[in-house]
């Protein structure tokens, strides 16, 4: 049951924020949405042929639901109804809701999957709340007293860190569907009245918060079933505790996997949570010292993120909004205020309150939700330390660490200073926490197994090669002279490799190989020292965090300075690549079930005609007197290249100049239907650049911010090789095939990237030297034997074994 | 008596047009007084792009009533898009397909087309909306036919009721619309709506009177 939904307004501004604000709820999921609001030409207005086109789209068969603003809105929606076919009309409810208030109830509602009906009903009631806070509750009639001989009941106590909030409550309701049952809850911790268990709404005002018993009563020939499905999702926090991650990481019987290069000796390190020292009481307004700390908190994880965001990817990103999300948790804050008002000071507060979330997760049954704990006292420590707190023990933080798993949190602020290495029992070399590790220059092995990361907990002293994949457990004399030796070895092999930075990078055989630099901001392209040209500028620096779209000039202006930086090297501008999973301010999307195959990319770029010829404009103008690539992402089909470069040539003749003579044209390839087109796209571009992080979540259909599938989203998969191949051979002779993604910076992977065709590596800043060096290692026949080799092979382990 | 062929009624569209475009200000400034100040903008916007797809000529009148009531409902905007589009809509049908009607038969169209305004706004006489220019006119287009009278004069007297019903909506309170929510501040101002729909009636009584002439 998919119920669609339907948001008519006069402006359409007003829509998409309302739809924006309602896609928090769902985390992306939901079902149909469609907007018709505003009219064609701008302003405001309703249409009822739009709106009948909006019901006929969202209308998958189980109905839809169209909610309105006022006045024209809603006789157009009536009209709309008349236009619409007989079969389809049938199933639309015109809903009465608030538009605000009635779209949050009935996205949530509808994707727990009840009928078109009670999605109404749900957010008709959605005032409920809102009026029972203010004071003006509604006259809810008294519940209606049942017959008692059928009545069963029971307890549950909430568990959830957040309550029982709209999706657990979805799900409520949804368990109780169905059933012939008259099912009624009473928050028993507030001593609140009773509502019913059918409503959506009704629920959410028990406002039923961690640890408030709620009792349940039930009547109707179903009220035991009720009774006990509800009790068995309360047991299962409704379902809360499986939502990210249900699947246990999968931890192999040791088999030790390299996951960042490089060796590391030392200690093992002290166990246990490092936990910062709670500051002494400093006198005056408690409130506004701890806002204090939080903000400056706050815009250090917002830094973090984005750097996160522009140098590893959206998704690793993601983990630093779920700790300012915490950092702002309004119920988190609440219980700070108590503690606050009662006269505790700030820190101890903040500490207290902040201890007592990390308690409740650290007890949860599930793995996820302990990881989770983690992540809590980071942000308890990080507002403690901004209080004045200091980190105890700073000593105990050092040396190798062991551990089963490795939260992406605890990854990103790793030292390599005071960690020679990390072991983890579990994990892959495409978690999470691993690429983190590599970006941080710590050496990982990953996947030991239990036993072996049993004895390794009790070592006085391990060895680690994380390019081999080894970890040794107390070494004897003789093999730490062997580990020092690579230490040594590898030393001198990255002194050589920075010496040479400056050199071109060429193969044993005279095959030139560009190695380039990634650039997510100017300091990028600084920092890119000895890189033959900025292989990959995204461009996305200049449009975050900003209330409107940048102008022509200044994104003119960024690009020059990437430029500069550069010093006259070729810069290749990616147009803007950004989806619906992490809307601008000014680019509102409708919610889409699933973000990364919906509208970002080249997809956006033409559904937004206005944003790319702006940012063409600006890269034209660049390329008058500097080497510009410009290259558009997510490029699925030769008609959007097509599009695409009308775009451009109309940007050449706004700025006027004729066409800029070093000005070349390119594609990502992430698609996989891209690569296998290669050579259809061919005759129209002068590079391919393969982005090889989306190709392999694309290809494997394994999102790699996510754990649970993580491991199979390896780059070195056989098939994400045979598609690089297709794209090599479909680029024929006079199409440069680049790899811009994380997979060229592997310095064991640039021999089979230059054996499949590849000509161009573009890799983060610290990996310029490094893999130039490798590719001077390079036998271009052998290369191309290891290639073969390695299509044949039957998955991404085998052909790791073969790169050792 | 001649039928009421499509020139004729393209003409009516034609004269409407033209009055809305004229009356623009003055609707505009009543609907400033009690609404949101765009009627007048709104339905010479509407009445604009309908006379820009006449080029097009239908092929009979129901063809050329779906046709403004779609081009209504998609360029106006406001509420009178869809009671207007609503209005013509509603007339197509009732023409039976007819190359051209009989002067009942326009009158019934007519009648339909009051029908559906009505069930469209839920508003009833008195209300202060363009339904109170419609109805009384309506009411006596019926009789003037009835009584043996040419369909120009009675358009003529149809137009005549319009506009004393279009006078009458100045003491109403609002019950209808954004104009409702000033409650008793309504009172005192003509209806907007009622202004238009009486142009209308006018127009289609200038149109007719104009092919009785030719």
């Known amino acids: 049951m998919t119920v669609g939904i339907v948001v008519v307004s006069h402006s359409r501004a007003l829509a998409d924020a309302a739809v924006a604000l309602a896609g928090e709820m769902l985390h992306g999921g939901g079902g149909p949405l469609e907007v018709a609001a505003g009219l064609d030409g701008g302003g405001f207005g309703t249409d009822a042929v739009a709106i009948s086109e909006a019901v006929a789209a969202a209308d998958a068969g189980d109905g839809v639901v169209v909610l309105m603003d006022l006045g024209s809105a809603v006789l157009s929606a009536e009209l709309a109804l008349e236009m619409v076919d007989d079969d389809v009309r049938g199933r639309v409810v015109l809903c009465p809701a608030p538009l605000v208030e009635g779209l949050i109830v009935a996205v949530v509602s509808a994707a727990g999957g009840a009928p078109a009906t009670e999605v109404a009903q749900e957010a008709s009631d959605a005032l409920l709340a809102k009026s029972g806070h203010l004071g003006a509750a509604p006259d809810e009639a008294a519940p209606e007293q049942v017959v008692t001989d059928t009545e069963e009941t029971g307890t549950f106590t909430v568990g959830m860190p957040h309550g029982l909030h709209a999706r657990p409550a979805a799900q409520l309701v949804g368990a109780l569907r169905g059933l012939d049952a008259d099912v009624r809850l009473r928050n028993v911790s507030l001593d609140g009245p009773e509502v019913s268990g059918a409503s959506l709404s009704r629920v959410a005002t028990l406002g039923a918060l961690q640890g408030h018993e709620i009792a349940v009563r039930a009547a109707g020939t179903d009220a035991a079933e009720a009774v006990r499905r509800l009790l068995a999702l309360a047991a299962d926090d409704f379902g809360e505790s499986a939502l990210p991650v249900a699947v246990p990481s999968p931890v192999p019987v040791g088999h030790p996997i390299p996951a960042s290069p490089g060796i590391g000796i030392g200690p093992v390190r002290a166990t246990g949570t490092v936990s910062v020292t709670v500051p002494e009481p400093v006198p005056g307004d408690q409130h506004g010292r701890l806002d204090d700390a939080r903000s400056s908190v706050r815009d250090h994880l917002r830094a973090v993120r984005d750097r996160a965001a522009r140098e590893i990817g959206a998704a690793e990103a993601a983990i630093f909004d779920a700790q300012v999300l915490l950092l702002d948790d309004p119920e988190v804050l609440a219980d700070v205020g108590t503690r606050l008002d009662a006269g505790t000071d700030a820190a101890r507060a903040w500490a207290d309150a902040l201890d007592d979330v990390a308690g409740g997760l650290a007890g949860a049954a599930d793995e996820y939700l302990r990881a989770r704990a983690a992540d809590v006292r980071d942000v308890r420590d990080q507002v403690l330390r901004a209080l004045g707190g200091v980190a105890a023990a700073q000593g105990a933080g050092e040396g190798i660490l062991v551990a089963d798993e490795l939260t992406p949190a605890e990854a990103a602020v790793l030292d390599p200073a005071s960690t020679p290495a990390v072991v983890l029992a579990g994990s892959s070399p495409t978690a999470h926490a691993a690429i983190l590790l590599r970006a941080r220059g710590v050496p990982a092995v990953v996947g030991v197994g239990a036993a072996l990361a049993g004895r390794a907990r009790e070592a006085a002293v391990l060895a680690v090669d994380g390019s081999a994949g080894e970890v040794v457990v107390d070494p004897d004399p003789a093999t730490l002279a062997d580990f020092r030796a690579r230490a040594e070895a590898l030393g001198r092999h990255r002194e050589e490799a920075s010496r040479l930075v400056h050199e071109p990078a060429v193969t044993r055989d005279g095959t030139t190989v560009l190695v380039g630099v990634n650039v997510g901001s100017p300091a990028d392209a600084t920092a890119g020292v000895g890189a033959d040209l900025a292989g990959l500028v995204r461009t996305e620096f200049g449009f975050l965090d900003r209330r409107e779209a940048p102008s022509v000039d200044e994104q003119e202006a960024a690009y020059r300075a990437i430029g500069k930086a550069m010093d006259g090297r070729r810069i290749t501008l990616r147009t803007l690549d950004v989806g619906g999973d992490k809307p601008l301010d000014y680019l509102p999307m409708p919610v889409e079930a699933n973000p990364f195959l919906g509208v970002r990319g080249i997809r956006l770029a033409l559904a937004r005609p206005q944003l790319l010829a702006d940012q063409l404009q600006a890269i034209v103008r660049v390329a008058h007197d500097h080497p510009v690539d410009v290259m558009f992402p997510m490029v699925a089909g030769v008609d959007e290249l097509a599009a695409a470069r009308r775009a451009l040539d109309e940007a050449v003749e706004t700025v006027g100049r004729g066409r800029p003579a070093d000005l070349r044209v390119g594609i990502m390839v992430e698609v996989p239907a891209a690569a296998l087109k290669a050579a259809a796209f061919a005759p129209d571009v002068d590079f391919f650049s393969i982005g090889t992080n989306d190709l392999t979540q694309y290809t494997l259909a394994a999102e790699r911010g996510n754990d649970a599938v993580a491991a199979l989203a390896d780059a070195l998969d056989p098939g994400v090789l045979a598609l690089i191949k297709a794209t090599a051979d479909g680029a024929g002779d006079h199409v440069l095939v680049a790899v811009c993604g994380e997979l060229a910076g592997d310095e064991q992977a640039a021999a089979l990237l230059v054996g499949l065709g590849v000509r161009e590596l573009s890799v983060a800043p610290g990996s310029v030297a490094t893999v130039k060096q490798a590719v001077r290692d390079v036998d271009l026949a052998k290369a191309r034997e290891l290639a073969a080799a390695a299509l044949a092979c039957p998955d991404a382990a085998a052909v790791r074994a073969l790169l050792r | ?214």
């Open chain 2, 1 to 214: 008596m001649a039928d009421v062929d499509t020139d004729t009624l393209q003409r009516w569209l034609r004269v409407f047009a033209a009055s809305v475009a004229e009356h623009k200000d003055e609707l505009t400034a009543l609907d400033a007084a009690i609404g949101d100040a765009d009627h007048g903008a709104n339905m010479d916007r509407g009445m604009q792009a309908v006379v820009d797809g006449l080029a097009a000529t239908p092929a009979d009148p129901a063809a050329l009533f779906k046709q403004t009531g779609m081009t209504l409902v998609k360029s106006v905007g406001g509420a009178s898009g869809p009671l207007y589009g609503t209005l013509f809509l509603r007339m197509a049908p009732a023409t039976g397909g007819a190359a051209s009607l009989d002067p009942e038969t326009f009158a019934k169209a007519l009648r339909a087309g009051l029908e559906g305004v009505v069930a469209r706004g839920k508003a009833e006489v008195g209300e202060k909306t363009m339904v109170d220019a419609l109805t009384p006119a309506l009411d006596a287009l019926d009789a003037a036919l009835g009584s043996g009278q040419s369909l120009a004069d009675a358009l003529r007297a149809a137009s005549a009721a319009a506009d004393e019903g279009r006078d009458g909506t100045t003491p109403i309170v609002a019950r209808k619309g954004r104009a409702s929510y000033l409650g008793e501040r309504s009172a005192g101002h003509q209806d907007p709506g009622a202004t238009s729909a009486a142009l209308l009636v006018a127009a289609a009584a200038t149109a007719v009177a104009e092919q009785g002439a030719a």
